[in-house]
């Protein structure tokens, strides 16, 4: 491949953010789109009806509601960089929109509430992270609230997610004390000032530790003196900086700072930039690791979203590109149905915003209109070859409710709609076993998923319907293909089931259930993640 190809390759960073709700994620994500020059003004995530809403949070029930539940990808550059941010919903009830999304990202960037330390969800994240061996970046935000004591932050982080911890830069008190950072590299304090909000013009000055007199003026003896005990146990103390360990995922570099005032975020962005690799090789189904540079154009859909535009009731699959470099007048074969095609209308998406495609890398991420034959963990590639990457594992649901039409008149639209929303993989579809579309029953990983469900069907199909839960908790594959399941032999809170593509799965109220039968049917076969 020429060198141009790898130059482009060489300067893409694709991450995820990743925390819990209202850690200030949304905030952070505009702060990178402001330094980029993508934006010009930030939006408030939970301002009034007319304020601008966050870029990213693009579907109308994350307006409403003031939470991320899809992921949106965002492009921008900065500092000879062509970042791939993919922001991710960080309520627990969208984990596993997160997990598909963490597939498609070289490493993460982990927001922290200082007030809070580490909390639930970015506990279970963090798992799906250190699953995959990739680098995380910690940004510490709200520091001009109250904070937690800085070393206890930093032990919450070691002990509930076990990776080592280094802070790059130090912050001098919080909340109205909040006076700026000391940068441990550079030696030298950066003094925060408040800055006009949705602004990226702020005022940062710069003090050599040997400036008496602007320590004094700036930051107090007392504040100074504390500082300087700190950083002496820091560095008895701490763990040393290791860009090998960090590339690795065994240690989190630490920044602090605060997105909503502006502050620390370009020193966390360009320092970022210069310890996150540039895109790395894929494994694929038969172990190989396909090199991005060296390796013609491959990708792979992680994600599948309709109506983005509701102009054009379009669906829309994303997709990694994982090696080569991509041209809109190429062929490329759909490796799960053997298809040769031109991909129809690729573009990069700015939340819901769309730039059509010329050309495009691997690191990048391109959505491409599916006519309906795309399915997440489908592989594209050139049409020579036939790479096959590791599918995406589809975790079980834990709620379950029978849907029910208001207006029967609408079953079109009505299957229509759960159909195509069950396609992005953010509800599970199934039927009784022995009925058609009837009597459909959706599985969700999260409750929360249930009220979208319903607003979508609504808002974008103009059907409303009627949840009924169901007391099932436990759901399981069945694995054998010769199985009989007229004459499988249950348990009296056991439900037989299908998924869209028939293939059979049971559902129980009792987990005691799941080994009850399996005892009664001898070589039954059942699993807990559908295969993909």
């Not at 792979?300 to 470099?325: E, L, P, T, W, Y």
């Not at 691997?362 to 959505?367: E, F, K, P, V």
């Not at 998924?499 to 005691?512: G, Q, S, T």
Request: aromatic content about 8%; charged content about 25%.
């Amino acid at each position: 491949m020429s060198n141009n190809i790898n130059e482009e390759i060489n300067k893409r960073r694709t991450f995820a953010i990743i925390s819990h709700p209202d850690a200030g994620k949304t905030t952070l994500t505009e702060k990178f789109l402001l330094y980029g020059g993508a934006i010009n003004m930030a939006g408030s995530v939970k301002g009034k009806a007319t304020a601008k809403h966050a870029v990213s949070d693009w579907m109308e029930i994350e307006k409403q509601r003031g939470i991320s539940v899809t992921s949106s990808v965002l492009q921008f550059n900065y500092d000879n960089c062509c970042i791939n941010i993919l922001d991710t919903p960080g309520h627990q009830d969208f984990s596993e929109d997160t997990y598909r999304t963490l597939m498609a990202a070289d490493s993460a960037v982990m927001v922290i509430d200082a007030s809070k330390g580490v909390e639930a969800q970015t506990r279970k994240l963090f798992k799906v992270c250190t699953m995959r061996h990739i680098p995380i970046f910690t940004f510490i935000n709200k520091m001009d609230r109250d904070a937690m004591d800085t070393f206890d932050l930093l032990d919450d982080i070691e002990n509930n997610l076990g990776i080592a911890t280094c802070p790059m830069n130090w912050p001098l008190g919080s909340g109205k004390n909040f006076k700026g950072i000391y940068d441990r590299h550079e030696g030298h304090i950066v003094t925060f000032a408040d800055t006009q909000k949705g602004t990226k013009e702020g005022t940062e000055n710069f003090i050599d530790l040997t400036d008496k007199e602007q320590i004094d003026a700036q930051i107090g003896e007392e504040a100074f003196e504390k500082l300087q005990n700190e950083i002496e146990l820091l560095d008895g103390a701490g763990a040393e900086y290791d860009l090998d360990a960090v590339r690795a995922g065994e240690l989190t570099p630490v920044f602090f700072g605060s997105a909503l005032q502006n502050f620390g975020v370009e020193i966390f962005l360009s320092n970022f930039l210069k310890m996150a690799t540039p895109p790395t090789g894929r494994t694929s189904k038969d172990g190989e690791v396909i090199d991005p540079l060296d390796h013609d154009f491959t990708a792979f859909v992680f994600k599948i979203q309709a109506n983005m535009n509701k102009a054009h009731r379009d669906r829309v699959a994303f997709m990694r590109i994982c090696s080569g470099r991509y041209d809109a007048n190429m062929e490329v074969k759909h490796v799960q149905s053997g298809k040769v095609m031109r991909l129809s209308q690729p573009q990069q998406l700015m939340a819901d915003e769309r730039k059509i495609l010329s050309e495009a890398y691997a690191g990048d991420i391109m959505g491409v209109f599916d006519p309906g034959i795309f399915s997440i963990g489908d592989t594209v590639c050139c049409p020579k070859d036939t790479v096959v990457y590791e599918g995406i594992p589809t975790f079980a649901p834990e709620h379950f409710a029978r849907v029910r039409q208001v207006d029967t008149m609408k079953r079109k639209q009505f299957v229509k709609g759960i159909t195509q929303i069950a396609q992005e993989g953010a509800i599970q579809i199934f039927q009784e076993f022995n009925m058609g579309l009837e009597e459909i029953i959706v599985g969700v990983v999260g409750v929360l998923q249930f009220d979208v469900l319903k607003f979508r069907l609504k808002s974008e199909y103009n059907v409303d319907i009627i949840l009924e839960n169901l007391p099932y908790e436990h759901i399981r594959w069945v694995e054998n293909t010769d199985i009989d399941m007229s004459s499988l032999v249950g348990t009296s809170d056991m439900k037989k089931i299908k998924d869209m593509n028939d293939k059979p799965l049971l559902l129980f109220i009792n987990e005691w259930s799941v080994g009850m039968t399996l005892d009664r049917n001898k070589g039954l076969v059942l699993s807990e993640f559908k295969k993909n």
